[in-house]
Nanobody
């Protein structure tokens, strides 16, 4: 079992930055690939970024590439999403997720464990 708790969401103006954190507990964090997904109101949950159990490789959705950075600190059992140059279209509930193996990629079906989500709102 892996328990995931997101934090760091909030309200920010266009062009601003936020850093999301995902604290993991349970099964050894360094064994599992992790990722971030987001869901805007009335839309499906979309892939944002993924990271392997060891920290590389990483993979990003085209919409966030160059603005967001995914990272992890296995010693702290925590994954991060640094979000820069935020846009109103980034507004969503952001979820962290963990796989049962070393890398999950962009498919939500590859992820077994999910957090409860943290709201990110970008005002124009």
């Amino acid at each position: 079992q892996v328990q995931l708790v997101e934090s760091g969401g909030g309200l920010v103006q266009t062009g601003g930055s936020l850093r999301l954190s995902c604290a993991a507990s349970g099964r050894t964090n360094s064994d599992v690939g992790m990722g971030w997904f987001r869901q805007a109101p009335g839309k499906e949950r979309d892939f944002v970024a993924a990271i392997s159990s060891r920290g590389t490789p990483t993979y990003y959705a085209e919409s966030v590439k160059g603005r967001f950075t995914i990272s992890r600190d296995n010693a702290k059992n925590t994954m991060y999403l640094q979000m820069n140059s935020l846009k109103p279209e980034d507004t969503a509930v952001y979820y962290c997720a963990a796989t049962l193996n070393s890398y999950g990629g962009s498919r939500s079906a590859a992820y077994y464990y999910w957090g409860q989500g943290t709201q990110v709102t970008v005002s124009s």
